[in-house]
């Protein structure tokens, strides 16, 4: 068994405190290398149940000698998040401590490597130029030097995963259906059978959505190495697949749905050739996807309670009617209207709003924004 659990207490933390991350990683082959992670938002429970299904499986596949790659699985990746209680709720998606969303700000290696590249570090074959790609990416990642606790968490993580040939962000939206965000170098080739599997309702690509979030500093890299040192004589490929799996809303957290999706999970891996067991190939979704600057965010004209008039996975029109802010004082209702066709893929969950608060998300096909971050808070 190549079954090994790493426990490691973070640096940069206060005095007599200490938190700790769990690790676990399978396999010593030569195979391709997934890195999934669970957590990162420390509020988004869902990936955490899914996560330790995929632990079971994996133990067991481990026994049985499948495991023919490498796989690092981190079920809880945020101990800062999870201890993070503010009379009596759970404030898992921010760091109190800075303010800064906890699944943004990581380190982007790109050009940090690109401008490391010298005169024959690359050759004529595209997987040989891959592994040098990713141990120079480990190196410059493991050079990082934190300040913060926060930051030590970031630089642990992404020095796990920098080198993987796959990565699965799991998170959770408000009250929403399964989807999954990539970039378009990712899609369809990296990420489509895994939207199949897991059954995405929707699929959001960006060649940079904003604010350094993490499956974005594993994946876009390879971008910029690609357009710096690629050619004819230096192919560069495609080094690593990043997706964030958004399993659906915070209150999904469901043992049945949860076992569903890591034995989804476990058949990517197989797919891919990280684990030695036969998957089943799935139907072409490359038309699912949607750009990420299409999403018609509808927002309230003013605060007051919210009153939905569709619900998730319907598919809506520009111009309908999809929600009412209700003053209870004055009586006073104000419509909320679609501006973009497609499908209600998230609403939010607190049905009080405050003015210009998103209340639902469409998947719209027609770009929307043209400039600035595409990521909310």
Known sequence: ?????????????????????????????????????????????????????????????????????????????????????????????????????????????????????????????????????????????????????ADALRKLLLSHAVDADYVLDLHCDSEAVMHLYTTPACWPLGVADLAARLHARAVFLADRSGGEPFDEVCSTPWDRLRARHGGPDTPIPVGCSAVTVELRGEADVDDGLAAADAAALIDHLCWRGIIDVPAPAMPDLSDLATPLAGVDRVRAPVGGVTLYHVSLGDQVQAGDHVATILDPASGERHPCHATSDGLVWSRTQCRYAGPNDILLCIAGRQLLVTSGPLLTA
Do not use: W
């Open 1 to 149: 068994m190549t079954h090994q659990t790493d426990i490691i207490t973070l640096p940069h933390g206060r005095p007599g405190t200490a938190r700790r991350l769990t690790i676990h990683r399978f396999g010593s082959g030569s195979g391709p290398k997934a890195y999934i992670q669970a957590g990162l938002h420390a509020g988004e429970l869902p990936g955490m149940v899914v996560a330790r299904h995929l632990l079971d499986h994996l133990i067991r596949l481990d026994g049985e000698g499948r495991i023919k790659g490498r796989v690092v699985l981190v079920p809880m990746a945020n101990p800062i998040g999870l201890d993070q209680v503010l009379l009596g709720g759970h404030v898992g998606r921010f760091d109190l401590a800075s303010g800064v969303n906890f699944n943004r700000a990581f380190a982007d290696l790109g050009d940090t490597v690109a401008d490391a590249v010298l005169p024959g570090d690359l050759g004529p074959d595209a997987d040989t130029n891959r592994h040098v790609l990713q141990r120079a990416l480990a190196r410059a990642a493991a050079a990082l030097q934190p300040r913060t606790e």
